[in-house]
């Protein structure tokens, strides 16, 4: 099956979703020129086809494998990925002064996107060294910086998140992994390690030659719950003042997960001090852990939301070269009964439709909420406002449209794409974990109706929708519709509704705000669009306006009806 990057519609939502002129104003993005913009797009765009997708159907059936402590990677895996590490792919935004190239974060996004639309599984390694980047670049030392981040940002090491537990799940409160501080030695103003973390992405592999976790854990003397973890760095291999690398640390993979999907992605379980000799250092300060894992995971949930971007073009890509090629029954109603391509059948039109409305949608979203990013980098206060509103919205919203368009993928293979062979179900499979990691889609909405929608008593999303009610007025009235009920439910939340009725009515009101944003950011495309773009944009967006709008302004009953109901049967009679 084969796979083309998405370069045209990448750029026109670089121009006119993340505003990457306007960046490129700015003197600390002045090297984000078109040119500039134009070739990383493109070379991206060429990698990812050339090498990583060729792997990923050869990772789904042979996977990572464990043997005696050692994750293996099927082959060709380690040489793409040098080739990754050796043309700088990782580096692209990473800061000058560790060997980045300082663009736009917007500009990164691309890059993660392409990569992981060619290769899901194989992208989570990047993605979660990035989210290594961001944790110690805002909160490690001086020292801990210049010995980390350089051989981090060119990918010749690579980064975990060690979050979990067994006991704990979601519950990052509830750890038990222990660092006792070290009083004397050779290793003194460190910490020993001991627990055990799972679900750790990449937590062991044959591609970096080394591995640096950033472990939660709790220290002797801390208060319980989530105000008493601290972050740690803890290397598989020791590394020297110098940055040469020494030992192996005391840590080690006792086994990987047998997975639904994302098979080439190792998920391991983790043992920390085995033998009592696994050393750490501490991030920041002791029980300041949760601003860290904070940071690390506002960077992986928009990178998790960008997989949902990533799965759908992918399925996308395929759905509609199997429609074009596929010949079954002639056109309803047509004098001809000579069979058709399937493309040709209103149905399957439909799903096309449907798929391409929600995969570009939910790129538009995806690259607005990096701009506000690299708008909240330049210093404006409003635009990180509005990045932290929006991360649960393309985390929740983004990661569930690719399974949807996943799943519409499946159905117009029909028969077809539940075999194997096809790689339509890999999509539908690979795609299932998005709405789970790096927090479930239900702690997005609880986290968008409770502390984001919090911001400035709620003055952050109203004035989002006043502008999209704005912008969309006279042209889509749906849209315009769906901003205002979008800013009346978030009043009605902040204002009147309990907690429980906040979180009852949340996943249905993160929906609806993150469809308003996405079909304003298609018709911000649709207005500026040239080529064949011109044509096929303002279709899409009116598709999106006029059904996946239609359907969002549906769920305003659910987002305003309250918890009673979901109460009304105890515990015992709902397991029934």
């Known amino acids: 099956m084969a796979f083309a990057a998405p370069t045209a519609d990448q750029l026109l939502a670089l121009r006119a979703c993340a505003g990457i002129d306007e960046l490129a104003a700015e003197p600390r993005f002045a090297a984000a020129s078109p040119d500039l913009v134009e070739a990383i797009v493109e070379g991206i765009g060429a990698f990812a086809t050339g090498e990583f997708a060729p792997l990923n159907r050869l990772g789904d059936t042979e996977g990572a494998r464990l043997a005696n402590g050692t994750v293996t990677l099927p082959a060709g895996f380690a040489e793409a990925y040098h080739h990754y590490v050796e043309q700088g792919w990782g580096a692209v935004a990473g800061p000058e002064e560790f060997g980045g190239q300082g663009l736009p974060f917007s500009l990164a996004t691309c890059v993660m996107e392409s990569l992981g639309a060619a290769n899901l599984a194989f992208t989570l390694l990047p993605i979660l060294t990035v989210g290594a980047i961001e944790a110690i670049g805002h909160h490690g030392s001086e020292a801990q910086k210049a010995l980390f981040l350089p051989k981090l940002i060119s990918g010749e090491w690579s980064g975990t998140m060690n979050l979990t537990e067994p006991q704990a799940g979601s519950d990052v409160g509830a750890l038990r992994t222990s660092a006792t501080r070290i009083e004397d030695g050779e290793h003194a103003g460190r910490y020993r390690i001991s627990g055990t973390k799972i679900f750790i992405t990449f937590g062991e592999h044959d591609l970096a030659e080394n591995i640096i976790h950033l472990v939660l854990a709790r220290t002797p003397d801390a208060p319980s719950g989530s105000r008493g973890i601290s972050l740690f760095i803890v290397p598989r291999h020791h590394v020297a003042a110098d940055g040469t690398i020494g030992p192996r640390n005391d840590v080690r993979c006792v086994s990987i997960e047998h997975k639904l999907g994302i098979n080439a992605s190792p998920t391991c379980v983790m043992s920390y001090g085995d033998n009592g000799e696994c050393i750490g250092e501490l991030i920041g300060r002791e029980n300041e852990g949760l601003k860290a894992m904070f940071t690390m995971m506002n960077s992986a949930r928009i990178n998790v939301g960008s997989q949902g971007v990533q799965i759908a073009e992918r399925a996308l890509q395929a759905a509609a070269e199997y429609a074009r090629t596929r010949v079954q029954s002639a056109r309803a109603g047509s004098a001809d009964k000579a069979p058709v391509a399937i493309i040709e059948h209103p149905d399957v039109r439909r799903m096309l439709l449907r798929m391409r409305a929600l995969t570009e949608g939910s790129r538009g979203l995806l690259y607005y909420t990096a701009g506000q990013v690299d708008r909240g980098a330049l210093g404006d206060a409003a635009a990180q406002a509005r990045a932290d509103l929006l991360v649960p919205l393309i985390k929740g919203w983004g990661s569930d449209i690719g399974m949807e368009v996943a799943s519409l993928g499946v159905q117009i293979h029909g028969g077809m794409g539940f075999v194997e062979e096809t790689g339509a179900a890999q999509h539908y499979r690979d795609a299932r974990i998005a709405p789970i990691y790096e927090g479930t889609n239900g702690i997005q909405a609880a986290d968008f109706v409770t502390r984001k929608l919090g911001y400035d008593n709620g003055g952050v ?29 978030g009043s009605w939340m902040v204002n009147e509704a309990s907690l429980d009725d906040r979180l009852a009515g949340g996943t249905a009101f993160m929906t609806m705000s993150a469809v308003a944003v996405a079909g304003w950011q298609l018709r911000r495309e649709a207005r500026v669009a040239t080529g064949a773009a011109a044509q096929t944009k303002p279709v899409v967006a009116r598709f999106f306006n006029e059904q996946i709008v239609a359907e969002a302004r549906g769920l305003r009953t659910q987002a305003l009806a309250g918890s009673s ?12």
Not at 461 to 488: F, P, S
Not at 565 to 576: E, P
């Open 461 to 489: 999303l109203a004035e989002l929708m006043r502008e999209i009610a704005e912008d969309a007025a006279g042209e889509a009235e749906g849209l315009t519709a769906l901003a205002r009920e979008c800013a009346e439910i």
């Open 565 to 576: 109901l979901l109460y009304a049967l105890d515990s015992a009679a709902l397991a029934g």
